[in-house]
């Protein structure tokens, strides 16, 4: 059964800077491809960054060179560390993990970025 936890979210200021962890399990993790998505409240869930297999990234455009995903395989942890965070940052930021096979979601922590 596999399960993800995330943890990191929080209130900061225009500027600051948050690191998100999601703890997985039931899953052999470095043969999975990760991913962080995000919802803003009224709007699609979207695409903020994913890491595939530990051998490549891709991230959204409006988050690029402010973002970057990584990963722990050894802790099954995956991580965002977010910095020069802007207001539309805000929102529930939830990890994915997926295989040809299966897709599953974490339950999501709320960023909340104020100006």
């Known amino acids: 059964q596999v399960q993800l936890v995330e943890s990191g979210g929080g209130l900061v200021q225009v500027g600051g800077s948050l690191r998100l962890s999601c703890a997985a399990s039931?899953?052999?993790?470095?043969?999975?491809?990760m991913g962080w998505y995000r919802q803003a409240p009224g709007k699609q869930r979207e695409l903020v960054a994913t890491?595939?297999?530990?051998?490549?990234?891709n991230y959204a455009p409006s988050v690029k060179d402010r973002f970057t995903i990584s990963r722990d395989n050894a802790k099954n942890t995956l991580y965002l560390q977010m910095n020069s965070l802007k207001p539309e940052d805000t929102g529930v930021y939830y990890c994915?993990?997926?295989?040809?096979?299966?897709?599953?979601w974490g339950q999501g922590t709320q960023v909340t970025v104020s100006s």
């Open positions: 039931g899953i052999t993790f470095s043969r999975v491809t």
């Open positions: 994915n993990a997926r295989t040809s096979f299966f897709s599953s």
């Open positions: 890491d595939t297999l530990g051998s490549s990234t």
